[in-house]
């Protein structure tokens, strides 16, 4: 006995000192949490080496660069390399990283942790030769505690190890590397813990919301008593109602507060007015603050009717949303904000209010632009279980990692408003097995130990009766991917159930291309890793008029028809919204990126854009194609989108060619007409007013190049971007829809050329490059900025050409 009173003893003393201590430590420590940008500085060497982990290993010769990366993306494109053009037909390998740094001593009481928002794949992470762990998912994120290994005030490395040698893994491409951001974070030994707050909003009217904020505080010292007051702030930063609770004893490593604040007249979110609160919870001993943490808040009620559809806010809401893989086209996987911002604006002006992070957890900075910009979200886990798709994917981690994955992404994620929908999984295999009996209800209970707001789905490529996961009775939502014919079945197959689109459409359009007839609508066959046909011998294109689709596909026009027709299908997921690299359909090289897109790769839209526009968009649309530079004679098909008015009227020359209106549940209208060099007009009218004019002209010979920026100025933050179009125009300034001219970039100042693209899925030019063809007459260089502010002068010229030049200022 006397040793264990003993033991108790200096257990008290020890106590007593540091509780003695705890005054003098808080009036030293910083108030709050420092959350600092770890992007910069590091080293990269693509290949295997020995004992790259030590301190002492020797990376000086080691290629210089700043994160995000993804190496992939800087290869050369065969259908050799083991991905294969499913995978984007680029190289993957290992990969090491290494940096270099230093923290003050005076951080010597703070306890340090490193944020990964991803990392593609089978990552390792060493910090001063000691490993801190390992994570095989490529799309998750996560932190290590670097505290215990850290050389205060002296020089301390951090590597990662990143393993995509073992192909294929994916169905689409991935990428290879750090290809998201990275944060060095620093608190107190008494602050929120990671991802540690979770709001809801139970209580939803005119006249007031209720709040509820749960924060999971970590202790890293004995038992300590704190305060912690949580303010709600307006969007204009005014503090509205707050919640304190005082002297609040800590003794478990991890403590859960519970606060609720009542909101009166809150502004709702919406997607058409995406409000946002914040919630500031603030740890105190006394004066001292020892952290700070803010959680966005959208408050907003809604549900999902068997018979009404999507209900956000006590009103019926369609949801108009497209489904989206990781990649930013020629700038790979490696995000970048301002790159992801460009996609939603893109999609928002079509009309667009949904987004699906097909097939896998996002990037953090996705789902912050969602909350800002107004996107219903459907945040998805897995593309597969226990079964695979692919040899090498994540169904070889799947039992021992699925959990830790689900939770880390809920906890990161179940406080953004934009996320309305938790997807467990994609075309999963088991559906049709009664291992979904088992696997869909726990990963449910994963979900719903975390996250009880939101409804659960899957994306079901079997929406039958005999589904094996709908019946395990674990979704909330069946999710239907395509399979159109049945939604009109929806009720006698699932009665009582609630319908969502999770996946839809599978058209296919290569932007400038057009064959005719129009009318003739043609499903590639199930053998469809046949080459398309192609008479104008020009490589592998599709159709740009919308009458393509893939088997189990159907064409936009069809599917919208129907999803609009019915309130009971609250909406749907387009696959896609953009062109994607990797998964070409049909799977035939030379092509090396998809052709699903309504947007092509460097982000122009297709004809297609502009019917959903003109369905989607609150404003007036009149959009007619195609060009007009034929043969002689050729009989040309001339679709017109429009809305906003009851006919259509078009001019060929001056000569009217008839007035067209849309007939029962017609989406577009159509002309037939021989080609004759000259000028289309068409007037949109209602009631015998003119509502927009739109006009084609034959184009000439390609004499100059125009680059129109999207933004003339950028930020001299070293990742703001501008994106620069390029145009091949005629003398009179028209677009040459054949131009195919080779551009060449030059470029100085205070920025460089992050890549260059034109949307063509066959091209095997480099991402990485100086130089870029026109595709139909349209190119595009991505600017980035650099970290000095002053001017960027970008010129363009081409043999033949005119060439152009441009001034970007970097503030």
Known sequence: MFP???????????????????????????????????????????????????????????????????????GTFSKDNPAKPEGGALPGGLGWYRKTFTIPTTDKNKIIYIDFGGVYQKSDVWINGHHLGFRPNGYISFRYE??????????????????????????????????????????????????????????????????????????????????INTTIYNAQGKAIVSNIKSNITLSDSISTVNQTLTVKSPVLWSVDQPYLYKAVTKITQGKTVLDTYTTNVGIRSFVFDADKGFILNGKPVKILGACDHHDLGSLGAAVNTRALERQLQILKEMGCNGIRTSHNPPAPELLDLCDKMGFIVMDEAFDCWEKGKVDYDYHLYFKQWHKRDLEDQILRDRNHPSVFIWSIGNEIPQQADTAALRIAPELARIVHSLDQSRPITTANDQPTKFNQIVKSGAVDLVGYNYHHQLYEKFHDDFPGMKFIGTETTSALETRGFYDMPSDSIRRWPIAWDKPFSNPDGNGNVVSAYDNVSAPWGSLHEETWKLIKKHNYLSGMYIWTGFDYLGEPTPYSWPSRS???????????????????????????????????????????????????????????NGKSLSVKKKQGEDLHVMWRVPFEAGTLKAVSRLNGKVVLTRTINTAGKAAKIELIPDRNNIKADGKDLSFVTIKILDKDGNVVPDAENRVNFKINGQGFIASVDNGDPV?????????????????????????????????????GLQGASVVIKVK
């Open 594 to 652: 998809s052709y699903f897109g309504i947007i092509d790769l460097a982000g122009f839209p297709k004809d297609v854009y502009y019917m959903y526009q003109s369905e989607w968009a609150d404003k007036p649309v009149l959009h007619i194609f195609p060009h007009w530079n034929w043969k002689p004679g050729k009989v040309v098909d001339i679709w017109a989108y429009y809305n906003h008015a009851d006919e259509v009227e078009l001019f060929l």
């Open 763 to 799: 091209s095997h030019d480099p991402f990485k490059a100086s130089y870029r063809k026109a595709f139909h007459g349209l190119a595009l260089a991505i600017i980035q900025a650099k970290e000095k502010a002053g001017a960027v002068n970008l010129t363009a010229e081409s043999e």
């Open 146 to 227: 670097l505290t215990p290994y850290l050389k205060f005030g002296g020089t301390n490395v951090i590597v990662v190890k990143v393993d995509n040698s073992v192909q294929p893994n994916s169905r689409w491409y991935s990428g290879s590397g750090i290809y998201r951001n990275v944060w060095l974070v620093k608190t107190n030994r008494i602050a929120v813990n990671n991802w540690g707050t979770y709001v809801s909003t139970p209580r939803v009217n005119a006249q007031s919301a209720d709040v509820l904020v749960s924060t999971k505080v970590r202790l890293k010292m004995p038992a300590s008593s704190v305060n």
């Open 4 to 74: 264990v009173k003993t033991q108790a003893i200096k257990v008290t003393v020890a106590l007593l000192f540091v509780l003695m201590l705890l005054p003098f430590y808080a009036a030293k420590a910083q108030s709050g949490r420092q959350t600092l940008d770890f992007d910069k500085g590091w080293r990269f060497h693509l290949g295997d080496d020995k004992n790259v982990e030590s301190t002492s290993f020797n990376d000086k010769l080691w290629r210089q660069l700043d994160l995000p990366h993804d190496w992939s993306i800087e």
